[in-house]
């Protein structure tokens, strides 16, 4: 966070002397309700840079929410999104700009090469958008959320009200001049992700079952599979009961089709409990954070310390 912030302080006042930063821009961290000393280090650059300020969380809400929480409390005409680990190269953010100025209002930083991932990470991150777009979802390809949006296309967003957010898929359904600028992302500059295997899958189900139904109607073709399966299994079953001496009396008019229908409903019931599950927790309401502290540069423009 020590160059993280050095880097961003030093490009923000590149851009006021250049012109392009109007005066009152701010750099905005967001702690996720994080546990060790982030909040006290962000207080401490917020009252030894005047261009940064901090939004706490009160508690850990997932990065899709932390990132909203920025987008949707933090002022100004123009916001761009990134992650604190330097990988996200900050020289893109002029060009985002020049891009903004020209009309666009969205403009999404995508990776022009992922040879900073493994293989393993590669294979798997190109075949995920792949299939987001086979199954109808509208994402960019190979953007994450190193973005900048206007004021109109976060207005816009704000009356989204989905409890289960993945905004990769959801900002382009604002439907705004949307531009792309390409950039090689850096290696981490310190630390480990807080974005394990795990998490990354979580976040791959949540684009898939938030933007289309797919799934469900793959259920009525497993079905139909399984259907077709049965009655070949029957056939064959009773083409050896007849040319053969080989059948064992039972076996496969009980055990196969058993653990196959089995397995193929406890599948189904899953992925229609996923469904379910999200309506359920959409019904509620409930909010998808809350900010317990803001330092240094004030949501409102005023002066502000409060860690």
Not at 46 to 61: E, M
């Amino acid at each position: 966070m020590p160059e993280t912030t050095r880097r961003l302080v030093a490009l923000l006042d590149r851009l006021s002397v250049e012109g392009r930063a109007a005066p009152g821009s701010a750099i905005y961290y967001v702690d996720d309700g994080s546990g060790d000393c982030t909040w006290r280090l962000i207080g401490e650059y917020a009252a030894a840079f005047p261009t940064v300020c901090g939004i706490k969380l009160s508690r850990n809400r997932g990065h899709q929410n932390a990132l909203l929480c920025g987008l949707l409390t933090a002022p100004g005409d123009v916001l761009v999104s990134l992650d604190a680990d330097l990988q996200d190269d900050l020289e893109a953010i002029p060009r985002m700009l020049d891009s903004y100025r020209a009309g666009n209002e969205i403009v999404c930083a995508v990776r022009g090469r992922r040879t900073t991932d493994t293989f393993f990470k590669r294979s798997t991150a190109e075949a995920y958008y792949r299939l987001l777009g086979m199954l109808g979802v509208q994402v960019q390809f190979n953007h994450a959320d190193f973005r900048l949006m206007s004021r109109r296309a976060i207005e816009t967003l704000r009356g989204y009200e989905e409890t289960h957010l993945f905004l990769r898929g959801l900002i382009p359904q604002l439907g705004y001049r949307t531009a792309v600028v390409e950039f090689e992302r850096a290696s981490r500059f310190a630390g480990e992700s807080k974005y394990p295997l795990r998490k990354m899958l979580s976040l791959a189900w949540q684009g898939v079952t938030s933007f289309t139904a797919y799934p469900l109607r793959l259920i009525t073709g497993v079905g139909a599979l399984v259907s077709l399966g049965s009655l070949a299994l029957a056939a064959w079953a009773l083409g050896i009961r007849i040319f053969t001496d080989d059948a064992v009396p039972g076996w496969a008019s009980a055990v196969i089709p058993m653990y196959l229908l089995g397995g193929v409903q406890l599948l189904s019931l899953g992925i229609i409990g996923e469904y379910l599950a999200k309506v359920y927790e959409s019904t509620k309401k409930r909010p998808r954070y809350h900010v317990e502290a803001v330092c240094g540069h004030s949501i409102d423009g005023s002066s502000r310390d409060n860690p």
